[in-house]
């Protein structure tokens, strides 16, 4: 896995910041291109994992296949919004202190082809030595990653060349919860919402099709939509919620949990709106590496 990003595969870090960058005002491509090569030299893919929007591909002039922006889904009650993003940077890490340097740093790099629209400061929650972190519901979060050579096969771009293969396609979205409503819920009916008991994480076999789980069991698509989740809770003030990313070798897995979710397969939708709500939603190409940098020949930039 070595042209991976490897904070792609690694687990979440303590604390992170997912940073969004629109494109600066009347930019052309030489800027552009020059923003990218300073980006290339600034970042590892290990504790900055980097993601290119649609937006960006488009003003360099490139393709990557079958990148595009997330749809909107509005047709059954809930609302899933597409917000296009340039540009994404996930900044890993342990210290917020360094995460915040760090992020005043990659925006002068950047600056002015790029300008930082918003940021979100996110950070792992739950048992440090635990499989996978919670969400702020309490219910643990990655349950159903798959593992070592599935996890590799579901998030990571094989067969197609040098400059795609290794890269991964990834959905950012942020979902703001309603605590209180959760919390005025039963533990019955909470554990039946998400279709898991909290005690102990097992299914329960005879959760309503409404059910998180039920809505999402990625084996049964057809074909099966694996997908590897990173995702960390938020906080801001007194908002919560869920920075939900989830990394493909393309976007089809997620697309088509989504869909379901928001009801388009049967007409029933999740039962996670009930408490919970997406506000922001991007797709975006996370490239590879090579030798250590980002490797953006297929944006058309010559090769570290």
Request: aromatic share 8%; proline share 7%.
């Amino acid at each position: 896995m070595k042209f991976v990003q490897p904070g792609v595969m690694a687990p979440i870090p303590p604390v992170a910041r997912y940073v969004f960058f629109s494109l600066g005002a009347d930019v052309d491509r030489a800027a552009l291109v020059q923003a990218m090569g300073r980006l290339a030299e600034l970042t590892d893919g290990e504790s900055t994992v980097v993601g290119v929007g649609p937006l960006l591909v488009k003003a360099l002039g490139a393709s990557v296949p079958g990148l595009a922006e997330m749809p909107v889904l509005s047709d059954h009650g809930v609302q899933v919004p597409s917000t296009p993003t340039a540009l994404w940077c996930w900044l890993r890490g342990s210290d917020r202190g360094e995460l915040v340097l760090r992020t005043r740093k990659l925006e002068r790099t950047l600056a002015p082809a790029f300008h930082l629209d918003r940021l979100v400061e996110a950070f792992r929650h739950g048992e440090p030595t635990a499989a996978h972190g919670r969400d702020l519901s309490g219910y643990e979060d990655g349950t159903e990653n798959p593992e070592g050579e599935a996890a590799i096969a579901a998030a990571l771009v094989s067969g197609q060349g040098a400059g795609l293969d290794q890269s991964s396609y990834v959905a950012v979205q942020q979902w703001v919860h309603d605590l209180d409503a959760f919390e005025d819920m039963t533990a019955d009916v909470r554990d039946h919402v998400m279709g898991r008991r909290i005690l102990d994480n097992e299914e329960i076999e005879d959760a309503p099709i409404t059910a998180h789980v039920k809505r999402t069991a990625q084996e049964s698509f057809d074909p099966e939509a694996f997908v590897l989740r990173r995702s960390m809770p938020w906080a801001l003030a007194n908002k919560f919620g869920l920075l939900f990313v989830a990394f493909g070798h393309s976007h089809a897995a997620f697309e088509a949990q989504m869909r379901r979710m928001a009801g388009y397969d049967d007409g029933e939708t999740d039962a996670l709106f009930g408490f919970s709500k997406p506000v922001s939603g991007a797709y975006l190409w996370c490239p590879p590496v090579l030798d250590g940098r980002l490797d953006l020949r297929q944006l058309g930039l010559p090769p570290a």
